[in-house]
């Protein structure tokens, strides 16, 4: 899909956040740069300790940067503390009154803010609305389920219409079906408020099924921005492709350059053509990527040849994992037809066809 340039809610630009003095420095964000569209539902994904919350905390204000300015719709939003700058957040512990009424509880910020009360009244009707509450505006957030304070923690967000709102971790609270239902429900909520959302996620699924771009970070840098079917299909690092779904690498060497193209040198001595993403000259150790769904299993001869080791059934599909006869490892994801097994046995021998456009070349 390719992607729709739009205006700018939030510019990170040249962002450094260093914790700490002396040996025990940490730069939590290492000179950050991203721009994050009106409207857009964006996520920053990483794993644990890459800097995701440091960066929404700048953004709300609850920190500062050490180096570098970010901007709202294109105005330096530094000297702003978080209760003026029109951006809200939802924590992951959802920070809600216990005494409070679902009701009061949406109005609390309006209250603050001052507003009077027949807009407040009227604005907490449409967030009950708009998060399917209604019923429950009387009952106190003790006495509600985890997915319903969930919704009020949104609606509470929501009430003061921010321009931005962020979003740290907010469903990993919730058991598995409901946080499926809860990343639908956000998706809805941000397509019918039109607000951009900054989502902070670990879970790689996640980012890939809500988001409309994602940032991949990893010790405290950005490693690339694209939509989800850029990050999947195009990942830009090692660490991106395999940090995003399931991913076979191989050792290889560049073996001649075409046009987007280059043909690698597998260990095997077989060669491959393959995608390249960046520039690279012949002989250049690299790492060629397939992902398990684009390779195909064969009794016959393929790209790859090697020896079942395992097979694991997951319902939609099997994953057959094989050990290449250059004793690397190599999985392929296989579809299930309702009648049929996988077709394959452990310990048989196969060959493995790579489909077109379906190998990667990515620096070592
Ligand atoms: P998680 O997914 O675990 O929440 P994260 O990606 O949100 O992690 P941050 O919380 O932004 O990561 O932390 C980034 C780095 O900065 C970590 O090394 C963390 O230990 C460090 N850090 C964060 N806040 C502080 C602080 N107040 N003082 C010192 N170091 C901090």
């Given at each position: ?245 399931e991913t076979n690498f191989l050792t290889a ?108 070349v990515l620096r070592d």
């Amino acid at each position: 899909m390719p992607e729709q340039p739009g205006k700018s809610a939030i510019d990170v630009r040249g962002v450094r956040k260093v914790f700490g003095t002396g040996e025990s420095q940490v730069a939590a964000l290492d000179t950050v740069s991203v721009s994050i569209r009106e409207n857009e539902f964006f996520t920053l994904l990483g794993p644990s300790g890459c800097g995701k919350t440091t960066l929404l905390r700048l953004i709300a204000g609850f920190d500062f940067p050490s180096a570098g300015e970010i901007l709202l719709h294109g105005q330096d939003i530094a000297s702003l503390p978080p209760f003026k700058r029109p951006v809200n957040t939802v924590f992951q512990s959802y920070a809600l009154f216990p005494h409070m009424t679902v009701a009061e509880n949406i109005g609390f910020g309006l209250e603050m803010l001052g507003k009077p009360k027949a807009e407040i009244k009227a604005r907490v009707a449409e967030m009950l609305k708009l998060v399917k509450m209604e019923a429950l505006r009387g009952r106190r957030t003790s006495q509600i389920s985890g997915g319903q304070q969930q919704r009020v923690a949104l609606a509470r967000a929501l009430a003061p219409q921010p321009k931005v709102l962020l979003l740290d971790e907010p469903l990993s609270a919730l058991d598995f079906k409901l946080r499926k239902e809860m990343q639908i429900e956000l998706k809805r909520l941000q397509h019918e408020t039109g607000i951009t959302f900054i989502f902070v996620t670990h879970d790689q699924e996640e980012a890939l099924t809500m988001s409309d771009r994602i940032a991949v970070m990893s010790s405290g840098k950005i490693l690339q921005v694209g939509t989800p079917w850029d990050i999947y299909d195009k990942p830009a690092e090692r660490f991106v492709a395999d940090f995003i779904g399931e991913t076979n690498f191989l050792t290889a060497a560049i073996a001649s350059i075409g046009k987007g193209k280059v043909r690698a040198t597998l260990k095997s001595g077989a060669t491959i053509e393959a995608t390249v993403a960046e520039g690279f000259q012949p002989k250049d150790n690299a790492t060629v990527v397939v992902r398990p769904e684009h390779a195909k299993l064969t009794s016959g001869k393929g790209d790859l040849s090697g020896t079942v080791e395992n097979i694991v059934y997951f319902g939609t599909d099997t994953h057959i994992h094989v050990r290449l006869d250059s004793s690397e490892a190599f999985t392929v994801r296989q579809q299930n037809t309702r009648s049929a097994g996988c077709g394959f046995e452990r310990g048989d021998k196969v060959g493995i066809s790579i489909g077109n456009d379906a190998a990667q070349v990515l620096r070592d």
